[in-house]
């Protein structure tokens, strides 16, 4: 078996664990933009980043003149503004607090007479304190974001690969600046029962029309101080009782009861001979795990060797 545990970076919370903090702050501030500036679409997708070769961006945003885009660059550590009519801004990325960088990206897309207004403060962190106001958030190690980053590209690789699998509805890999964490969801195609909502500081109508059908949702998370392991995540809604009861692999794979999830460790998939085929098993045996307890059309599911050479 190929050994390429080397090429998936070491990932340590305690040592970005400031700096993540400050930076989900930053993309929350980037995804508003986005948010403000772009029309609906089903499920919140609007508003989501992605992984990009230099870091995380917003796609194309359209605006008065154009269109514009926002791009976090964890290599040479900057935000980049450009514009369609040939306008491009830089905002450096260094240890500076959410205000600092907050009234910066704003002078400068008002420069470049770009209209934006947004809410202003955080959604699912808590206590959510108004951007202007953050003095508090202000770190920013750029070797260990980049790690993080890296650890992204990573996980973006297999992802795609999983998300080809399935023919049903299946939204794109996107990086939810709400919880800072990368997803990507296949539906079921039916209707699912009203969600509880509760999220912290979010409206309960913007949770309940993201898990307004049947979903089996897998994802990556970096951590928090309660949980301070980055680990892959599964999950399905509604759940059925069954769900957590199912066999996953691989063997270091466990259902939270608590969480209602299966997770598994970034640090067991980063160690082992071959990364990309014990994640792959994760993604494919929790889905499973939901579509059989939840007797999902066994139709959904494609065959891509097909189809590859």
């Known amino acids: 078996m190929k050994n390429t545990s080397q090429s998936w970076p070491v990932l340590d919370y305690q040592k970005y664990k ?27 997708w609007h508003v989501t980043l992605y992984v990009s070769s230099r870091g995380l961006t917003t796609g194309s945003i359209p605006y008065s003149d154009g269109i514009f885009q926002l791009d976090l660059d964890f290599i040479s ?19 500076r607090s959410v205000a600092s960088f907050y009234k910066e990206l704003l002078s400068k897309l008002e420069q470049m007479e770009i209209e934006v207004a947004i809410y202003a403060a955080p959604n699912e962190v808590d206590p959510a304190i108004p951007f202007i106001k953050d003095e508090v958030h202000k770190s920013y ?7 993080l980053w890296l650890a992204l590209v990573k996980i973006e690789k297999v992802f795609t690969r999983f998300r080809a699998g399935f023919t049903g509805k299946v ?30 500081n979010m409206p309960d109508r913007i949770m309940q029309e993201a898990y307004s059908h049947e979903v089996s949702s897998c994802g990556f998370w ?10 892959f995540y599964s999950y ?18 466990f259902y939270s009861v608590e969480m209602g999830e299966f997770f598994l460790t970034y640090e067991v998939v980063q160690r082992s001979g071959d990364p990309e085929k014990l ?20 139709d959904l599911e494609c065959n891509l060797s097909h189809f590859e050479r």
């Open 18 to 44: 400031s700096t993540l903090a400050t930076v989900h702050l930053w993309t929350q501030i980037v995804g508003k933009i986005r948010l403000s500036n772009s029309p609906w679409v089903n499920h919140s």
């Open 171 to 200: 939204s794109p890999i996107h990086f939810f600046w709400g919880a800072f964490d990368m997803a990507v969801t296949r539906f079921s195609g039916r209707e699912a029962p009203v969600h509880q909502g509760g999220a912290p």
């Open 141 to 147: 190690d750029a070797v260990q974001m980049n790690l």
């Open 222 to 231: 970096p951590g928090s101080e309660q949980s301070p392991s980055p680990a």
């Open 236 to 253: 399905c809604y509604p759940t059925p009782e069954e769900f957590g009861k199912q066999p996953v692999q691989p063997e270091e794979a």
């Open 279 to 298: 994640l792959m098993q994760f993604l494919v045996s929790t889905y499973k795990a939901a579509a059989i307890t939840g007797n999902w059309d066994k």
């Open 77 to 95: 550590h900057e935000l980049v503004i450009s514009s369609s009519d040939g306008q491009r801004e830089i905002v450096l990325l260094y240890p």
